[in-house]
């Protein structure tokens, strides 16, 4: 059974680019995450969602990230455009729909340089 | 405002010591999950516990929820347990439903021969 995974496993892009980060979770899985990290502030949600439809789009990061899941199998995150400060570690995750065993699965995650 | 504190920042134990790790959260949680994860590495779920004692190899996870807190026992550590410790809450929400994780920064673990 194949876990979360993740393309490209690094990306270099210059500022006012736009990137597409790409996931596929696990097979059966419904909810589906996308998570920034950086060492000063950590995990932070960037997108979440259930069966496809996107419950929850991060707040802050509304303004040029926009997450979509095109299949149950298939889910991207764009970022347009670029900045320095987005230079962080991605990260998908997928998990079971709620109930009592909801652990979340991390895929290896995208490393985001950008110049 | 951090919702999940983790501490100690940092640790640093000689190889067969135990560690004790903690997390508390500011708001109420009902799911607790333990995460590992090496430098560059993937996160690894290490024990989901929402109330209780649960325990796997070397690892004992014991949440109180009234008390809004969790730790993680390391028991005879080991080199290859060197890496950050990260907790995580679930952030209940009325209205709706789903497992949206709050994590906090971590615990950075370092294992000496």
């Known amino acids: 059974d194949a876990g979360v995974t993740q393309t490209p496993r690094h990306e270099v892009a210059e500022k006012g680019q736009t990137i597409i980060l790409k996931c596929e979770p696990v097979?059966?899985?419904?909810?589906l995450f996308w998570y920034r990290q950086t060492k000063i502030q950590g995990l932070e949600l960037l997108s979440y969602?259930?069966?496809?439809?996107?419950?929850?789009d991060g707040g802050a990061f509304k303004d040029r990230f926009k997450a979509e899941m095109l299949n149950s199998s298939f889910s991207t995150l764009k970022i347009q455009p670029t900045e320095p400060k987005d230079s962080a570690v991605y990260l998908c995750?997928?998990?079971?729909?709620?109930?009592?065993?909801?652990?979340?699965?991390f895929g290896p995650g995208t490393r985001l340089t950008v110049l | 405002e951090q919702q999940v504190q983790q501490s100690p920042a940092s640790l640093v134990l000689q190889e067969a010591e135990n560690a004790e790790l903690q997390c508390s959260f500011s708001i109420f949680t009902n799911q607790v999950q333990w995460f590992y994860q090496r430098p560059g590495g993937r996160l690894v779920s290490l024990l989901y516990?929402?109330?209780g004692t649960k325990q796997s190899g070397r690892l004992t996870s014991t949440t109180v929820i009234k008390e809004r807190r969790s730790s993680l026992h390391i028991s005879s550590s080991q080199i290859t347990d060197s890496g950050t410790y990260l907790c995580a809450m679930e952030r209940t929400h009325y209205g709706s439903s789903g497992n949206k994780l709050i994590f906090g920064i971590g615990t950075l673990l370092s294992v000496k021969p």
């Open positions: 969602f259930r069966s496809k439809s996107l419950m929850e």
């Open positions: 097979s059966g899985h419904n909810d």
């Open positions: 995750a997928s998990s079971r729909t709620g109930g009592a065993r909801a652990e979340q699965f």
């Open positions: 516990n929402p109330s």
